[in-house]
């Protein structure tokens, strides 16, 4: 959609599916063509859509603090080249002149005797289990091939599950129809009365708690913490982040380190929920539960909060893939988008971004700032599977321009310094990071003065 047109039908469902007003969609315009419309789904119109839909929220919510009704949003434009930039912003990522490790060598597409699978090993403890579920003889990409080639695809996916690690069959069809956005309580509470904020700030003395990792939930936080609000992500120190990983995601953040099974560490994460307006979540079904930290829990004790739940393959997930992990090259593959996306030699393929992963961020942080707007007290649960489903049937491309004509990534980075040297990234489509990320877990755990 150009500037001038009434209104992106991509835009109006997403904001539909946050319960936003339908007439708020014709505020937003879109300019400019980035290079996410290669392929044979809409990838271009879900990462433009997700990015309207931020931008109205955080209009919104900047409305209702100012005094204003929920109505009173600007017009407001995006830039699609600044939206296609940020949406492969690891791609991008220079780490004091280096290229980042996105993929490690056993994460990728591998021949089974009746199709194929596609594996995720990044992290140390996935690698080590992938490799013993299949008794690697050692980590390599041969090894790993070979053992894979003589076993159907499912089985493999089983076995190395079954070890703790994440291997998923490619799928040949799409995968059941999931929601975009859920929301699962509301309250009836009222979190703490925001005043005003500063122009652009919409966020601005608000306390987010993050409890994400990787891609999507870390895409959410870092856009409120653009936004003005206080983020603080919290990891156990047995679980290290790729330092990769939180030098492209740990902008507009603070990153401290708790083990809630001592209970010095515990006594501190209590005090941080006391003081929390928003919590964002990112574990697997059940995971947080057993430290009573879940959605509900969190809603018991302390009913004004906005509580967002982000997972991989769904809260409506039948059977074992309901509280199983997933990164967003798994969901492509085992919701059926990788075989959609296969060359002409039938080998899978891949979307044009990581979208699954950055789109969903864009909307949990915009389902956060509607949900400030409306008084909080509420849960909201996402995941990739839901937005996986709204890409295969509920977008179709607009057609309206060749996508990649005059695009140039170029414009939307910039440098700046990091607690990992001087950093080359993407900027945000919302505008500029005062500062790098620190160093992943080196902060404080304490919030900030408001």
Same mark, same amino acid.
């Given at each position: ?24 969609? $014709?505020?937003? /315009? ?31 919510? !900047? ?12 017009? =407001? ?62 980590? +390599? ?9 003589? @076993?159907?695809?499912? $089985? ?25 956005? $859920? ?6 509470? /009222? ?34 913490? &653009? ?6 992500? *919290? ?11 939180? +030098? ?9 380190? =708790?083990?809630?099974? #001592? !209970? ?29 930290? %879940? ?18 393959? %769904?809260? /409506? ?6 509280? #199983? ?11 059926? *988008? ?12 891949? &979307? ?17 700032? @509607?949900?400030?707007?409306? %008084?909080?007290? @509420? ?21 309206? /321009? ?47 003065? @408001?």
């Amino acid at each position: 959609m150009t500037v001038g047109e009434e209104r992106d039908v991509g835009t109006a469902a997403a904001w539909e599916a946050l319960g936003g007003a339908p007439e708020l969609v $014709e505020r937003v /315009r879109y300019t400019g063509s980035g290079n996410l419309g290669e392929g044979p789904l809409p990838v271009r119109e879900l990462a433009r859509a997700t990015v309207g839909v931020c931008a109205l929220a955080a209009g919104e919510l !900047a409305a209702v603090r100012a005094g204003g009704a929920a109505g009173d949003v600007p017009p =407001l434009v995006v830039d699609e080249a600044a939206v296609a930039t940020a949406f492969v912003s690891e791609r991008h990522l220079r780490v004091a002149g280096r290229a980042p490790v996105t993929f490690a060598p056993l994460s990728g597409f591998w021949r089974a005797t009746d199709g194929w699978v596609r594996t995720h090993a990044n992290y140390p403890h996935h690698e080590a289990a992938l490799a013993r579920a299949l008794r690697l003889p050692s980590p +390599a990409p041969e090894a790993l091939r070979a053992a894979v080639a003589g @076993r159907p695809a499912v $089985e493999v996916q089983e076995v190395v599950y079954g070890a703790g690690g994440l291997a998923v069959a490619v799928a040949g069809r799409y995968g059941d129809p999931q929601p975009l956005v $859920e929301t699962v309580r509301t309250t009836g509470e /009222r979190g703490r009365v925001l005043g005003g904020a500063p122009s652009g700030r919409p966020v601005a003395g608000v306390r987010v708690l993050d409890l994400t990792r990787v891609i999507a939930g870390p895409v959410a936080t870092r856009t409120l913490g &653009l936004l003005g609000a206080d983020v603080l992500r *919290i990891d156990p120190p047995g679980l290290p982040e790729a330092d990769d990983a939180y +030098a492209d995601t740990g902008f507009g953040k603070r990153s401290a380190l =708790l083990d809630l099974a #001592r !209970a010095g560490d515990r006594a501190v994460f209590e005090e941080l929920l006391a003081g929390a307006d928003v919590v964002v979540t990112g574990y697997r079904p059940g995971a947080l539960e057993r430290y009573g930290l %879940g959605a509900a829990d969190l809603l018991e004790r302390w009913p004004g909060l906005v509580v967002a739940e982000l997972c991989a393959w %769904g809260w /409506r997930a039948a059977g074992p893939w309901a509280g #199983r992990r997933g990164f967003d090259s798994l969901v492509q593959a085992g919701y059926g *988008i990788a075989a959609a996306c296969a060359g002409p030699d039938g080998a899978p393929g891949v &979307l044009p971004a990581q979208a699954l992963d950055h789109g969903t961020g864009f909307l949990v942080a915009a389902g956060v700032m @509607r949900a400030l707007a409306e %008084g909080g007290g @509420r849960g909201l649960r996402f995941s990739l599977a839901g937005t996986a489903s709204w890409l295969v049937r509920g977008l179709s491309p607009t057609g309206v /321009r060749a996508g990649g004509v005059g695009y140039s990534a170029e414009p939307w980075l910039r440098e700046t310094g990091s607690g990992y040297g001087v950093l080359r990234h993407a900027a945000s489509p919302f505008g500029e990071w005062a500062a790098g990320p620190s160093r992943w877990g080196t902060d404080r755990a304490l919030w900030l003065p @408001r």
